[in-house]
């Protein structure tokens, strides 16, 4: 069990991020040093325009990450791609053959942040998810529905009971990454399952609930979907977070957006964690007097789903009162972090 020293020093194994997008171009070059001075590895989420649809665009993806890590950086890629209603379960094959492509991403069509070329029917992708069962590749899920009829809180419980039950029904052995998961509906369905699912829980929803968001006026830096949802939602995911239980692990979903287009008239969704991810998790876990579940739930549960092993380096945290920058200002875009302004009790030695 890892404690806190004397000195207020956390020494921890190397986290990873299990969720994380990092973009292309401009926006990766300015946020990949942010995570890579974080994680050791991180599964690098594939919803670019046009998205990372085959195993050609994420070797390419991927090197395009590695050509711009800081020098000396030894942070670790690991590349998912994009399941569309085309995708044929020859590309997951090609795939797995591949040390590099670790899981695909299921956006449901609509769903959020460039999910214009996601799965219309989860029918239609019934052979991929096939074979990703049968060569044992996870799929990870952003599950949420989307008809307009099922309001925009309810969406991540009414897909559990329409599309995941059912799914978890027809592919016993599929192992399945239910991704930032914001409700007691899906940590109840996810403890209540086989141990073939597991899911990734944001700090940003061990942080904050839609009182944050909403409350004294619209804070468009707090929107991302899954929308973050009422308390008792997120007192469930801290519980389960710093439960112990392996099938919770750390994903950040920390997504850049630029300021001008989160502060406009139809701001869009993603919360930028990245600069500060492991400080504020290790806020979370501390206010649940739980600091000595960190390293669990960042360091070494996920490796365990994914079958990769530990990290061998260490990182520190200090317990410290920490403020979080404004906003991060690069040559051509600003970036607003997640609780911009104000302050976390520790911070990355
Ligand atoms: O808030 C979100 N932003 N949720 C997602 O699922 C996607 C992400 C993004 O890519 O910006
Ligand atoms: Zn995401």
């Not at 053959?97 to 999910?115: C, E, H, I, M, R």
């Not at 929803?205 to 619209?218: F, K, P, S, T, W």
Request: aromatic share 8%; with cysteine.
């Amino acid at each position: 069990m890892t404690t806190v020293n004397k000195k207020d020093i956390l020494t921890i194994i190397s986290p990873d991020d299990f969720h994380l997008h990092l973009r292309s171009g401009n926006i990766l070059k300015s946020v990949i040093g942010m995570s890579a001075s974080q994680m050791k590895r991180a599964i690098v989420m594939p919803n670019l325009t046009p998205p990372i649809t085959n195993t050609n665009a994420a070797r390419l993806y991927r090197e395009e990450i590695l050509s711009v890590l800081p020098k000396g950086s030894k942070f670790e890629p690991l590349m998912t791609l994009y399941l569309t209603d085309n995708t044929k379960a020859y590309d997951i094959n090609i795939a797995a053959q591949t040390d590099f492509v670790k899981a695909a991403k299921l956006y449901p069509l609509g769903a959020t942040t460039n999910s214009d070329n996601g799965v219309s029917d989860i029918k239609n992708i019934y052979p991929v998810l096939e074979e990703m069962q049968k060569v044992d590749m996870p799929v990870l899920i952003h599950g949420e529905v989307t008809r307009h009829d099922v309001d925009i809180f309810d969406r991540e419980a009414v897909f559990i009971e329409e599309v995941l039950v059912k799914l978890v029904h027809d592919f016993p052995n599929l192992r399945i990454v239910l991704e930032h998961i914001t409700s007691k509906d899906a940590i109840d369905f996810v403890l209540q399952t086989s141990k073939k699912i597991a899911a990734t829980i944001t700090a940003h929803h061990l942080l904050a609930n839609r009182n944050d968001m909403l409350v004294g006026g619209i804070r468009p830096h707090y929107y991302c979907l899954p929308v973050l949802k009422r308390s008792n939602h997120q007192a469930a995911l801290i519980k389960a977070a710093t439960s112990g239980n392996p099938k919770f692990f750390l994903g950040t979903d920390s997504a850049p957006h630029s300021k001008t287009e989160k502060q406009s008239e139809c701001g869009c969704a993603g919360v930028f964690s990245a600069p500060n991810a492991i400080e504020l998790y290790a806020t979370a876990f501390e206010k649940a007097n739980s600091i000595d579940k960190l390293e669990d739930f960042a360091s070494k549960f996920g490796a365990d789903f994914y079958g990769i092993p530990y990290n061998t380096t260490t990182i520190s945290l200090q317990k410290q009162t920490t403020s979080i920058a404004k906003e991060y200002k690069f040559s051509d875009l600003t970036i607003v972090p997640f609780m911009a302004g104000q302050t976390i009790n520790w911070r990355l030695v």
